[in-house]
């Protein structure tokens, strides 16, 4: 049999379960390996197809991501990437929930206080000089306006060491388990 | 030979590279064409998804080489050989394996009785 046999489809279908892998794949196993790992499959996949039929061929594959865990026990990188962005993003929420939080604390504060006539402003720390964050916000004059920060060089450095700690960790304990 | 669906997949999966090594011994061969082999060697419980996989360990482990060929059926195909160190481990694991199936003849090759003997008092 040769390529002609197999569709559009089929090749989509094809695509599709190289897709999935690559999913499981990418950000844990180095960026070269993971290539070669796909394009090998690519190529049996197409080779079986022709011979058995696209459903069969990638039924023959198993359970995706068991294979795609079989390929990470034998290549699993040092940083998991995706563990790492995972840690970061849950870092920056953790940060805005505690901001609002204490945000709010603050306004109700202000207001308790009988504010009139003047914004207030707070920076919960000024280690590295004002701005530096992450607590910082202001509430307007009328006490209905407010601005707080979202974005700083503390974020940011909380954000990065979330990453380092994330992807280094689960690198590390999935290399241990397996 | 057992009919088809016989074989334990655990015991499959234990002796899946030395059969793979042994294929390889024999010819070099890519991926699904090994599937291909096994399964007409009577293996066809063996998952592709269980042999690439032990392909790329026994390639990690130094045991096969592999290059890339172009193919007509479209993306290349990748040839795994199997190395001089691999010739050697497919040495030692042949002589393992036969003097565990030598271990366990006597015990396998009794009929299996119904019931079991009561214990020594």
């Given at each position: 049999?040769?390529?002609?046999?197999?569709?559009?489809?089929?090749?989509?279908?094809?695509?599709?379960?190289?897709?999935?892998?690559?999913?499981?794949?990418d950000g844990r196993i180095p960026r070269a390996r993971r290539r070669q790992i796909l394009n090998e499959l690519r190529s049996n996949l197409t080779e079986a197809a022709q011979?058995?039929?696209?459903?069969?061929?990638?039924?023959?594959?198993?359970?995706?991501?068991?294979?795609?865990?079989?390929y990470l026990e034998l290549y699993r990188s040092r940083f998991d990437v995706r563990a790492g962005a995972f840690w970061a993003f849950i870092a920056y929420a953790a940060i805005?929930?505690?901001?609002?939080?204490?945000?709010?604390?603050?306004?109700?504060?202000?207001?308790?206080?009988?504010?009139?006539?003047?914004?207030?402003?707070?920076?919960?720390?000024?280690?590295?000089?004002?701005?530096?964050?992450?607590?910082?916000?202001?509430?307007?004059?009328?006490?209905?306006?407010?601005?707080?920060?979202?974005?700083?060089?503390?974020?940011?450095?909380?954000?990065?060491?979330?990453?380092?700690?994330?992807?280094?960790?689960?690198?590390?304990?999935?290399?241990?388990?397996? | 030979?057992?009919?088809?669906?016989?074989?334990?997949?655990?015991?499959?999966?234990?002796?899946?590279?030395?059969?793979?090594?042994?294929?390889?011994?024999?010819?070099?061969?890519?991926?699904?064409?090994?599937?291909?082999?096994?399964?007409?060697?009577?293996?066809?419980?063996?998952?592709?998804?269980?042999?690439?996989?032990?392909?790329?360990?026994?390639?990690?482990?130094?045991?096969?080489?592999?290059?890339?060929?172009?193919?007509?059926?479209?993306?290349?195909?990748?040839?795994?050989?199997?190395?001089?160190?691999?010739?050697?481990?497919?040495?030692?694991?042949?002589?393992?394996?036969?003097?565990?199936?030598?271990?366990?003849?006597?015990?396998?090759?009794?009929?299996?009785?119904?019931?079991?003997?009561?214990?020594?008092?």
């Amino acid at each position: 049999m040769n390529e002609g046999a197999l569709t559009k489809k089929d090749r989509m279908h094809i695509e599709i379960a190289v897709r999935k892998i690559d999913w499981e794949l990418d950000g844990r196993i180095p960026r070269a390996r993971r290539r070669q790992i796909l394009n090998e499959l690519r190529s049996n996949l197409t080779e079986a197809a022709q011979h058995v039929g696209v459903e069969q061929a990638v039924q023959q594959l198993g359970d995706l991501k068991a294979l795609a865990n079989s390929y990470l026990e034998l290549y699993r990188s040092r940083f998991d990437v995706r563990a790492g962005a995972f840690w970061a993003f849950i870092a920056y929420a953790a940060i805005q929930l505690l901001g609002i939080a204490l945000f709010l604390a603050f306004r109700a504060g202000v207001a308790a206080g009988g504010a009139h006539g003047a914004s207030y402003s707070f920076d919960l720390w000024q280690g590295f000089g004002q701005g530096f964050g992450p607590f910082a916000g202001k509430v307007g004059a009328d006490g209905n306006t407010f601005e707080l920060l979202i974005g700083s060089p503390a974020h940011l450095l909380i954000v990065l060491l979330a990453f380092a700690i994330g992807s280094t960790y689960q690198g590390i304990r999935a290399r241990r388990r397996t | 030979m057992p009919e088809d669906g016989v074989h334990d997949s655990q015991l499959l999966k234990g002796v899946l590279s030395l059969a793979l090594m042994r294929l390889l011994a024999d010819r070099e061969s890519y991926g699904y064409e090994l599937v291909t082999r096994l399964h007409d060697l009577g293996l066809t419980e063996v998952q592709d998804g269980s042999v690439y996989p032990a392909l790329g360990r026994l390639e990690r482990d130094g045991h096969v080489t592999s290059r890339l060929v172009a193919s007509t059926s479209g993306a290349a195909r990748k040839y795994y050989r199997l190395s001089t160190t691999g010739y050697a481990a497919l040495e030692h694991i042949e002589l393992a394996w036969q003097s565990l199936v030598g271990a366990l003849e006597p015990i396998l090759s009794k009929a299996v009785p119904a019931k079991p003997k009561e214990a020594l008092p």
